[in-house]
């Protein structure tokens, strides 16, 4: 049994008893997310990046088995050797990894056998749990334990996204689940928030867990600048679409101009026009799309050219935290169980902002870089997020899929810029 | 209710009791050899060519409610609108096609969906067979419903061959059932039979079914020439690799040479080396390949170029046919259950040739084109031969996965030259 | 020096004088083509198939220098030796081969060089032809140096098609000669042509040059049949397109729909319509074109949905020598300087057919496969053309870039189904 | 004549004779780059980004015929109307754009027609220079001017790089000049140079020319650094190929790793191994490689992974700019005339930093992105850097090609994580 020093997060509760609590609430809301499937929706990747759900189910668990089983459980025998391999994502320090875009070509194991190899997992980590020594459970397993429950917390909302794409491409319009999504008021005018420059202090203090593209906490310098009260509604976009938008070069990066060409997008993702009036695909039905609803699965290309239509810009992750700072971390999360984003509704009393947690992550015009004096964490879980940093859009505040306790202002999601299928959508920003 | 000619089959039985019968027994073998699958393997496409067992269960009960059900029932209303667009193949005339390398990623209609729509038809079929009049049975009708039970006869060897090869791509080895194959004894020494040359008539003579790319029965001269008395075994393939085979350019088609480097091709498909022994993938499990069985699973190139190295080449398909004519309707066919070549055994009294019928689809050296004369069948259903006669070869003689009644001296199978995941083998030829 | 049987060729001169008047004959060719370009213009690759006009220089020189020089010249020392695989085409057995794609990326050799390198090849060939023993010229040198001769007027052809298609995608339309092309009257009528059926005999019966594709000679049954007294004109053409010929699926072979649709044609390659008039690339610049001509520049598979679309088909290659025979040896062809088609001139006093030489290759139903019996010629010009036989269909009769002294009733040409940019046309057949 | 405002430098110099001298030297200089050439080399375009040496010469003088010419001369007639297309990099505001990869497959203009259309379009410029009312001149005309210069002065360094590529794919090696390279004494031990954190001022303060991604001068803040005192050198990095560098996969970005096995990288580009030693393809020929230079064609992904190797960093472009401002604008550019970088020297009295100008560009790790209220230059020429701010990196210092009057310590150039082809090295940085 090795003895590696403690993930760096610091004031996280370790004991058993929360621990499990955490690790068993996380684990039901995967299979709940799951629950409404035939077993033939768990098989589909109808894109390479939209993976199976069933290859979800599989790969949570492989990550609790690899990381903390296999290391830290005297004796342990893996379930199936093969599992390794086809639900190992992308960590080389674990071994070779099934050819991703072929997930949804493997009918094997079963989605009933994934639930088994779920059973096992879950009957050796609460084991595990209950009997290893105190000092492991400070130290690094209890913080391995956490990460996975993030790490299965990051992946309820890809099932989330994942699903609703795979679903998404079949003529007949299945419906994950007939929930009634609420038609919404008009959305409350948009006001333009003044925020201080000044030398702020960003990223996370590593007092409970984060992950490390959150850290270090630094300094950075920002110019006093004006956000947004909400995000962008449907309507606000509709007047981009007809006012040519996706025809207007001069609006476009040329990256985001080839692509949307290339791609021939004419609209969001999931929108099409039907005798003039805009439909789209949702978790629940093939429905029309709601004007005063939050603009949703646009790419950081059509978020940029929006901005820049409407004279303004997209915030920078820095603006962004800091305004996030003073907000109440509330929204329309996981939890409401709409899988929807709603509407742009008017701001509680002494409240700037709305809308920053919950409903859509907001692309910022950050590039996904590491924070000055980053440090990758040590072993395989290093894997987890530097390597990633070229290439790619930092967005912030979660969205109807995230959960309640999976979010926070400095958490940095991303994405490359042409990446739609995310709930996606757009805060506008302007110099002070 | 339109009054077509009647297709231009002579001699069949159309009375209903025997088409009825037919009806059902082609009915009942497609769901026996899809009933060792979970219902994940019926989602599988592992490339475009290998369709899921949903799609064919899906496709073929499409053919009888499109082109029968559908134009001779009156006041008939089909089971699911988009069905027409799902399980369209490639008839143009029926309406657009859903694409076909996406059938894969379709998770509804689901398993029992479809099984609920064979039945539903299967239903609708059995009333009209009883019910409609005689002059429709004795015309169109009647032989509508002929070609629909020898369509869903071939895409019963399809299904094989495509469960075959979207089981194969996963690490696990998914047996699809234990079945013992028989150990084999070594195959008889190869003889060459002489056969005469001439003026051959070539083609069916429309008594009883065939399909239209078998007709018009006309004349062709062939000179003298010798055929191999059984086909090519694993282990005389085996000699080839052993020789070079795979890496001496002058052995190879230039397109042969080029698509054996690009797909990296060292041996037949399913073919892996472990420990210096070859082991192949089966319908029986991952085995080792045994010596004496029939070749298998080899393109039109490898046949090409193993025919080259010996100093032979393949037959046309005027001199299979030719020489056809006189063997025994028998051999190791769909029946047996196995779904696997057997062995070359020796001569039965009185045989001339071997293996004639059944184990391997024998690759001819004759393009696949029109016999002189040819007219595709009229209305849609002439979509389905006529417009694939350009850059395939035929085949010939069937295989472990072709119905015993489906079979018969002058059927034209054809694939174009890279295909391998048929059962295809390799029988010798020679000059006189 | 190898003492190598003579090639297969009976009765070919191999006098000294002969050889030597053909071979500058040939080569003085090849140069008066290109006579018109600048240097630039001997760069361009537009499309892999449409080699560089300095490559096809060097390529046939190389021939010479390798097959013959290299072999019979004792202590020949190569001019450069890097030329031996940028100049070699596919020969693998004279070593590896510049990836063909890229031959429009080498800018070394200069024109100049490569001209240099002609020169130089030329002297040592005059030497070998005046100093080499007689038994040699009359046996294996002398048939490869008429093999040679040959092959330079094949590229003579693919110069000029393929100077043809490098030029055609400069918007500024360059032009490569100013020669008028006359103005032409309206087409004869088109006649239906009765020909016996029978056992014909096909092929090259080796006396003088023919390609080893077109032995051996042997037996073929023919049924009686039609030809069309000439070839199809470009204002029977447009019908076809006017009457949507290009949208109706069900004229055309399935691969041959999905080529054209992913590939946008419209029209045969170089037309574009202005104005609602019909223009085209020309050696003699972009010019409307004429309806009177003989229509050019469709692949096979347009050739075989005009044929369906008229209820006629194409001749078998079998059908057009045997018709071709009984014609005389002329046409519109290299020599006239012309490079271009002409129209469908009325029959001249005693001719059955027009047109059957010269003008425009004409596309046949035939697959481009191996004669029965056919062996390729020993050594490396064994690779000459029988390892490309699959997948391509011959034509047949030279075109307005073919030399008089290089094409006779038995030549084989073949393309795959989808090249168009060679001068190929359409003769109708039908059935007796 | 539209009378727009003037572009933002300011204290340029807008006289009449200063503008022309300026205007004569850059048009010299890019002749001169080309002097050596073939006219076969103009032609080559061996990879989309390598556009061909004669589309360069036609691209900058388009630009002030389009820019300048067609605007502010009277009664100007353009040239060639086919140019305006042909010659159009990415400008959609100046019209639609021939297709990039197609570049090297236009014959015409010739090289000599494109020397003509320089000549041309330099005596309209000396006319309007001559001629044009002063306030045009000190105002957006004079602006144009100097922006057109510093343009073409872009395009030499691409017209060395792009040479440099489009002559390595030969096989023969072609030399573009023989000029001696130096034989390097050994670089000098690597010292690390301390900077000072804070809020340090970045950016152009627009006095004098810049390019608009320059501005706004802003604050950022900065955390103390270390700098090397030199770039990387070959013996360096040659260490990190024989530590296994391209083989550990935990070094990579994971595009890294995907970028590089995919195109097969072992070594900078141009590097070959023979007999164990390195050599690559130089402007000078191919030559062996002199460890003691500075190492130079590596992309961002490889200069990533080497500091990492380190275990050190890539600087960011502010601290590179913090660096560079108190450093001698001197080194090896494009005057030395040798297209090479050259070793790692001693630092000279009083000097901390070596090689920050010239030799080769260092990448940052600082993604391109806009600065804190940025704004493209109005018009047509606000298309040169804002459409590219996505997806690539910030590099830094100028090279071997890049003119002295061209760079500056706020200079941003910008490249793909992936390109290679520039002369872009790595200077190590770590925090204090």
């Known amino acids: ?22 690790y068993q609430q996380a684990r039901k809301v995967t299979e709940a997310i799951c629950a409404p499937l ?20 599989g790969h949570v668990t492989w990550f609790f088995e690899t990381f903390i089983l296999k290391e830290y459980t005297p004796g342990y025998k893996p379930v199936n050797d093969v599992y390794a391999y086809l639900f190992n994502s992308y960590y080389n320090s674990a071994g070779p990894q099934f050819y991703r875009p ?40 209890g913080s391995l334990i956490i990460l996975g429950v993030n790490h299965e917390q990051q992946h309820q909302e890809l099932l989330v996204t994942d699903i609703k794409y795979n679903l998404s491409v079949n003529p007949l319009h299945p419906v994950y689940q007939k929930v009634n999504i609420p038609s919404l008021p ?3 005018p948009l006001r333009w928030v003044h925020f201080e420059g000044g030398l702020h202090t960003i990223g996370h203090d590593a007092q409970g867990f984060a992950f490390d593209n959150e850290w270090p906490r630094h300094q950075a310098y920002v110019a006093p600048f004006l956000l947004a009260s909400r995000p962008v509604t449907n ?11 996706y025809e207007r070069v001069d609006l476009w990066l040329s990256a985001g101009w ?32 709601d004007q005063n609803a939050l603009l949703c699965h646009v790419s950081y290309y059509e978020a ?27 929204g329309n999360l996981l939890e409401s169980g709409l899988y929807h984003p709603l509407g742009g509704t008017s701001p509680r009393a002494g409240q700037e902002l709305e809308h920053m947690f919950g409903d859509v992550w907001e692309w910022t015009k950050s590039a996904y870089l590491p924070y000055p004096g980053f440090q990758p964490l040590q072993g ?32 940095r999601n991303f994405f490359p810029p042409d990446a739609r299928w995310q709930f996606s959508g757009v805060r506008l920003a302007d110099d002070a």
């Not at 692509?259 to 929108?271: F, I, N, R, S, V």
């Not at 290093?382 to 958490?411: D, W």
């Open 38 to 57: 035939e077993i033939e929706d768990y098989m589909v990747q109808a894109m390479t990046d939209a993976s199976p759900a069933r290859w979800h189910l």
């Open 235 to 245: 309507a606000e976009f509709m007047e981009f679409i007809e006012a040519g938008g």
């Open 380 to 411: 395989s879980v290093g894997e987890y997020n530097g390597k990633f940093m070229v290439n790619q859009m930092v967005l912030r505040g979660g969205s109807c899929a995230t959960p309640l306790s999976h979010i926070r202002p400095t958490y």
């Open 258 to 289: 080839r692509t949307m060409k290339e791609q021939g997008w004419q609209a969001p993702l999931y929108w099409e026009k039907h005798d003039g009036l805009w439909w789209h695909h949702t978790m629940s039905g093939f429905l029309p799309v």
């Open 186 to 188: 008009p959305a409350a």
């Open 102 to 141: 072929h997930r949804g070509l493997i009918s094997r194991p079963t989605v009933k056998q994934v639930y088994d190899y779920r059973k096992q997992i879950d009957e050796h980590m609460a084991d595990l749990i209950e009997t290893a020594p105190p000092h492991l459970m400070e130290g690094l397993v």
């Open 1 to 22: 049994m090795k003895e590696l020093p403690k993930l760096p997060f610091q004031g996280v509760p370790t004991d058993p008893a929360t621990l499990f609590a955490d």
């Open 304 to 330: 940029d050219a929006y901005a820049r239509w409407r004279d303004k810009r997209l915030p920078t992750e820095e603006e962004w935290e800091f305004a996030a700072l003073r907000q109440p971390l509330q």
